[in-house]
Nanobody, 121 residues
Framework: QVQLVESGGGVVQPGGSLRLSCAAS????????MAWYRQAPGKERELVAS???????NYVDPVKGRFTISKDNIKNTVYLQMNSLKPEDTAVYYCYASVRTSPSIVSRNYWGEGILVTVST
């Protein structure tokens, strides 16, 4: 019912920047929260940043001051601007959204397929 499609990943040198985008489409009544998670090789998936429907943002400590999450409510799209990238930021980045598809249905969790970000010389 709801699809999340990520874009913007790729290979970048340390110190470089990338901007990830995630567009939500389908039967959307409201979006409570959108977030970016990442999973590095051999590690568990972890939260990177989140943004509520009201615009409140949250970041994990390793990315504070370097990453910025934002959203476009008209386009149902969330962005992750990543600056000063480090090799340890290398991971598959996943988009997450908590979405209500109608006023009478509780929110459900949706995930994108993931997009690879590689920070390397």
């Amino acid at each position: 019912q709801v699809q999340l499609v990520e874009s913007g990943g790729g290979v970048v040198q340390p110190g470089g920047s990338l901007r990830l985008s995630c567009a939500a489409s389908g039967s959307i009544f409201s979006i409570n929260l959108m977030a970016w998670y990442r999973q590095a090789p051999g590690k568990e998936r972890e939260l990177v940043a989140s943004i509520t429907g009201g615009g409140t943002t949250n970041y994990v400590d390793p990315v504070k001051g370097r990453f910025t999450i934002s959203k476009d409510n008209i386009k149902n799209t969330v962005y992750l601007q990543m600056n000063s990238l480090k090799p340890e930021d290398t991971a598959v980045y996943y988009c997450y959204a908590s979405v209500r598809t109608s006023p009478s249905i509780v929110s459900r969790n949706y995930w994108g397929e993931g997009i690879l970000v590689t920070v390397s010389t």
